[in-house]
């Protein structure tokens, strides 16, 4: 008779995000899974793999439940550029709120290049980002509130970049202002 979990594999893959989260994938063991999920080391390995298997599964899981998602505030419908500064000031509170920092900049921070996987989930999460920047900006060059010269693409790119750097500043930085400042300034160009 085969044995039943004794675990709810979504509560442990939650307690695992946290812990990654916190500590980075280098800085976790698996012995500190085993603890803090409170799953014996055969289990976990029988339910997600390896640890690297374990990270993505723990990555997907943060993309996925982003709240609010990037992609849904970029594509509401209405005015586009009121989303775009939405989302920059929203990216902006989270830097200096959050002190773990995001999830994808930590993951792309302590483990690109050198990680194949890692770096094809970083460039997924970055690139789909990238493509609804630039879906909103083109609606916002159509709607008239770009200027008709302004490249969309060029635009995605900027706020890509600096939404990312944003992050990580927060992450470093003691002081909330340099982050707020930058994105207040980077509000601005959007005009």
């Known amino acids: 008779m085969a044995r039943t979990k004794e675990f709810d594999p979504d509560v442990a893959l939650g307690a695992a995000l946290e812990l990654f989260w916190k500590q980075g994938y280098e800085g976790t063991s698996m012995a500190d899974l085993v603890e803090h999920l409170g799953v014996g080391r055969a289990s976990l390995y029988a339910t997600f793999g390896n640890k690297q298997e374990l990270y993505l599964r723990a990555l997907r899981l943060y993309f996925d439940s982003s709240d609010p998602n990037p992609v849904e505030v970029l594509s509401q419908p209405g005015p586009a550029l009121p989303a775009v500064r939405a989302l920059i000031s929203m990216y902006a509170e989270s830097a200096v709120t959050d002190p773990r920092g995001c ?89």
């Open 103 to 191: 999830m994808v900049v930590n993951a792309a921070g302590e483990l690109l290049p050198g990680n194949a996987e890692v770096t094809r989930f970083v460039e997924t999460n970055w690139a789909t980002l990238e493509g609804a920047l630039t879906s909103a900006f083109m609606r916002a060059r159509a709607q008239g509130e770009l200027a008709p010269g302004k490249d969309p693409q060029a635009l995605a790119r900027f706020a890509l970049v600096f939404l990312q750097g944003l992050r990580l500043v927060g992450k470093g930085s003691p002081d909330p202002a340099r982050v707020r400042d930058a994105a207040a300034q980077a509000l601005t160009l959007l005009t």
